[in-house]
């Protein structure tokens, strides 16, 4: 019998210029998909960062009123180290991010004031590919993420965003979901990879209190196995994975 043939990762697009990543806390995006947006950056295109929380909850050592202002340091910092300056919070409560109107319509306020044409979130789906169990903020943020993608070009849905100054924008051409089990698209790596692992040490308070391990030894193993695995679905070069929903 013949090995099944594994299907091999597209291409990401790359006619576009605007980017918005929307995910629930700090190092979302660093542990996902940091290195593909240090490479996006380099080439000119913008991406920004909107986060759900300021993961205050995340630390058990520290109480969420010192750990909340220090991760979103850290946050910032991270964010700059791959070339993102804008950085916002929207200030739901770490841990307890419920799914809904009021999510979706943070979000489409998000999408409105950005104006990208690619949005990216994480895994929105119960489990990490059914081996381990999703948390409910990914849960929440990635799936009204994918809804508000349309929420934010209908002006008949949360009408107040335009009595607020913020007009309809229908430009979304495509949400990318970083952390599926069912990846379609990846972006090379290697421009990126370097400061991706200084991106994901910015988190180092956040990095100490989940590992003994050295910091960069723990970060720089962890990227590097994670993109050195999908690369095998792109052509063996070391990649960050996307599943790609077209609008």
Not at 26 to 49: F, N, Q
Not at 104 to 110: C, E, N, T
Not at 113 to 133: C, Q, S
Not at 144 to 150: E, F, N, Q, R
Request: aromatic content about 8%; charged content about 25%.
């Amino acid at each position: 019998m013949s090995e099944p043939t594994i299907s091999q990762l597209q291409p990401m697009p790359g006619d576009w210029q605007r980017a918005l990543a929307v995910v629930a806390h700090p190092d979302d995006l660093e542990y996902g998909c940091s290195a593909a947006v240090a490479a996006w950056t380099d080439a000119g295109r913008e991406v920004a960062y909107v986060l759900a929380t300021r993961g205050e909850a995340g630390i058990d050592t520290l109480e969420p009123a010192q750990c909340g202002p220090l991760r979103e340091r850290e946050q910032r910092a991270s964010a700059a180290a791959v070339g993102v300056s804008a950085v916002e919070f929207l200030g739901h409560q770490d841990g307890v991010i419920e799914y809904g109107t009021a999510l979706r319509r943070d979000i489409a306020a998000a999408i409105r004031r950005h104006r990208p044409e690619l949005v990216i979130t994480l895994n929105h789906r119960d489990t990490w590919g059914g081996v381990g169990w999703n948390t409910p903020d990914h849960i929440a943020v990635g799936r009204a993420t994918l809804d508000a993608a349309a929420d934010a070009g209908n002006r008949w849905i949360f009408p107040e965003l335009t009595e607020r100054g913020l007009a309809p924008w229908n430009g979304v051409r495509w949400v990318a979901v970083a952390g599926s089990s069912t990846p379609t698209h990846a972006v090379d790596a290697r421009p990126g990879l370097e400061r991706a692992v200084r991106s994901l040490l910015e988190h180092r308070t956040y990095i100490e209190a989940l590992t003994s391990e050295d910091p960069e030894t723990y970060v720089r193993e962890f990227l590097t196995a994670t993109a050195t695995t999908t690369g095998e679905r792109f052509g063996g070069a070391p990649a960050v994975a996307f599943e790609l929903f077209a609008r």
